[in-house]
């Protein structure tokens, strides 16, 4: 393996979280991104061509080594590593509104899921998931929440790119909801679902 | 939309004994109404909105005062649903608006969420399936090492610490005694002089406060002896005082 593969490795296994490919640039001055790049591929070519036990993954825009998923169950039965606790149905559900429609205020979440938010809220923002990215206009001047780099690497995506498309969905998405300004509004809705 | 929808006799829900609903297990009144609409594979699009509204209020009537306040908000939405739906209308009236659409939006729109959550839920368990690197929480911070230094340091520490005490500002109180005898020696022998002097003839030239003080206590000791009389001729007119043989007699 290149010395530059070897070094990435190195610092992808003592870290405890994704690296980006700028930051794993700084291990050496004298080594450009393609440089950087070029070896985290051919450290994941490694561990896929010598089928290690671990991978190399891309999350929350930057790189961490994880364990293979067929090890989790043996892994876990030796109590060696434990998952983290599951999301509960309203935390996802909350956690859905806010990656789609972010940045939103919490009286949007609670319109769209018809129950009350701020519990969920407080611990998502607990537990790093969410976090307030600003205040809106309207009265009161709201919080307005968006999700955390912690709420990538916890799902597993590479950025918000990585959710599904509108057109992926059963249901087309409104990306914006119509508020209540013309006419036409309430029959644009009626006809689209007939 | 007009036959269907007339109700069916509430009681007659409560006899079917396959309606059971637990309402812990729904996220909140979206979810239950989905429920409620699946379980009569109904279209979303065209609810029979008094048969729903009837089951809806069925299923939340167990509901604790507190869990219900959700709910409560969309049993009211569903009754007065219920009620616009049976007023009349023209079937040829173009200007008419569903009243149900809102619903239909916000039903649409949380199922959608749902479809969101579910795919959210799955990539988080495919997450959780691979493992990273355990790594031990950071240890709870160690007590200060013990300090070695020797006696210089220490006097140089002590002189620095000194230096940086400021400078603490005191105000000195001398006190300065109050000459009221001599004040009064003074008007007495401005009095033997004149009849009538000002209050700035007793002050004399460059009057100190103690100076100042001084006379107004002698003044008014003399006054109170009956050695002058201490007259103002106008409200915040200058003060005049006089030996006592002057006063007018009244």
Redesign the interface.
Known sequence: MNPLAQLCEAAL?SA?RPLTVEELATLDPDTALPDVRAALEELREHYDFDQHGV?L?E?AGGY??????L??AA?ERAQ??V??T??T??A??T???I??RQPVGRAEIEE?????AGGVLRSLQERGLIEVVGRSEALGRPLLYGTAPLFLE????RDLTD??KAEE??????PH?PEAEGPDD??A??PA?? | MTVRDVAPPTAALGAEPAFVVRLDAF?????LLLHLLREEQIE??DIPIARICDQFLQAIHELGLNQA??YL??ASRLVRLKVQMLLPRNLDDEGW??PR??L???L??????????????S?????????????LPAPPEQPPMPLTLDLMEMLQAVERVIAAIPVPVLHRVVARPLDVEGAMRRIEALLEAREEIGWLDALGPTPAIADLLSVLLALLELARRGALVLRQPAPFAPMVIARESTRPTL
């Open positions: 296994f405890a991978e993954v999350l961490q080594v994880l364990s293979r998923p090890h989790a892994i060696f590593s998952r983290g599951r999301l149905p309203a996802l559900e956690l859905a509104v990656a789609y769209i899921r018809g129950v009350s916890l799902l597993g995506l959710l599904p969905l059963t249901v087309a998405l409104q909801r309430a029959e809705y009626v679902e007939s | 996220a909140g009144p979206l979810d979303i699009a306040a959700d908000e969309m608006e569903d659409a809102e239909v939006r916000r649409l729109e949380y199922q959608q969420i749902r479809e969101i959550a579910q795919w959210l839920g990539a988080a368990e495919r997450r959780s399936e691979r493992l990273a690197r355990g790594y």
